[in-house]
């Protein structure tokens, strides 16, 4: 069943994290805090509708290189949901053409502290970490024939690395929901 993103409300400061990336190491939100702009990406392996853009993510992600700090974070539980464990996260990772840090929210406290409701799910943050946009990618989905071009995810991006203000009127992300672990979810 597909779930809309919390729309939550902006200017609200990025949680810290401090995860194991799929490839061994730490990333924090701090190592990502020097660029103009920051997107968090809650995505995971086995959701038609991550699939359905992750190439395009990983386009966008490359289109905007140093100016724009991109972090994937799978928060589901991969015990129940084998594909978004590690070793698919990092196929995942190849075939989409991602350069980004692809991290585990193991405890799913993060997703938590993020209000992520489904994957994909976006935050973007300015250069003081407050969040500027959160919402759909564009409005492509599995089985419509909208193309994945990033648009809506791309205009905040350059309104935000242009200096103007995002406009507040913003269309929630559409996904799978979290994978939960059994009694870990929000309440």
């Known amino acids: ?7 939550v409300p902006l200017g609200t400061p990025a949680p810290h994290f401090d995860l194991t990336a799929i490839d061994g190491g730490n990333v924090s939100l701090e190592d990502l805090k020097d660029s103009p702009a920051t997107l968090v990406a809650f995505l995971s392996n086995h959701c038609p509708y991550v ?5 395009g993510l990983g386009a966008l992600a490359a289109d905007y290189g140093a100016r724009l700090s991109v972090v ?4 589901n ?8 464990d590690p070793t698919h996260l990092a196929e995942q990772a190849a075939r989409a053409g991602f350069t980004f840090p692809y991290l585990l929210d193991d405890t799913q ?3 938590k502290a993020y209000k992520a409701a489904c994957t994909p799910d976006f935050f973007l943050y300015d250069s003081h970490l407050r969040l500027v946009y ?3 990618f564009d409005g ?3 089985g419509n024939s909208v193309p994945v071009t990033g648009s809506s995810l791309r205009a905040a991006i350059d309104t935000l690395l242009e200096g103007g203000e995002v406009p507040a009127e913003q269309n929630p992300s559409l996904g799978c929901g979290i994978k939960w672990k059994p009694g870990n979810e929000p309440s």
């Open 77 to 84: 539980d991969s015990v129940n949901y084998p594909d978004d």
């Open 72 to 75: 994937a974070i799978c928060s």
């Open 109 to 111: 406290e993060v997703a």
């Open 134 to 136: 959160r919402g759909e």
């Open 140 to 142: 492509a989905r599995p």
């Open 51 to 55: 699939r359905h853009i992750e190439k």
């Open 1 to 7: 069943m597909a779930v809309n993103s919390f729309m």
